[in-house]
């Protein structure tokens, strides 16, 4: 069983920043790639940021500048940099990872259960 833990949301102003982490836990084998995704009201769920084992990293344009994703892979641990928040960027926060499960070399991926992020004045 694969669990992954979110944490560091919260209510910010604008232009305020906020770091968000994600732990896995349970039959990890390796974590192949990690990423941040969000759900506002009444949107698809989208991606923020993702992050492969190697090191490579991908944005969406709007967060470009402003979000910085980093991972630890001794402590199978995402984070997300947010800084010059904006409202827009008000939303369920989501970690998601493909980790490697068992021996075998079978892959899954998970979610976690999603940590809010408010940005108001």
């Known amino acids: 069983q694969v669990q992954l833990v979110e944490s560091g949301g919260g209510l910010v102003q604008p232009g305020g920043s906020l770091r968000l982490s994600c732990v896995g836990s349970?039959?990890?084998?390796?974590?192949?790639?990690m990423g941040w995704y969000r759900q506002a009201p009444g949107k698809q769920r989208e991606l923020v940021a993702l992050?492969?084992?190697?090191?490579?990293?991908r944005y969406a344009d709007s967060v470009k500048g402003r979000f910085a994703i980093s991972r630890d892979n001794a402590k199978n641990t995402v984070s997300l940099q947010m800084n010059n928040l904006k409202p827009e960027d008000t939303a369920v926060y989501y970690c998601?990872?493909?980790?490697?499960?068992?021996?075998?070399?079978?892959?899954?991926?998970?979610w976690g259960q999603g940590t809010q992020v408010t940005v108001s004045s």
């Open positions: 349970g039959s990890i084998f390796s974590i192949i790639a």
């Open positions: 998601n990872a493909d980790i490697q499960y068992n021996h075998y070399g079978e892959i899954g991926n998970y």
């Open positions: 992050i492969a084992t190697g090191g490579g990293t």
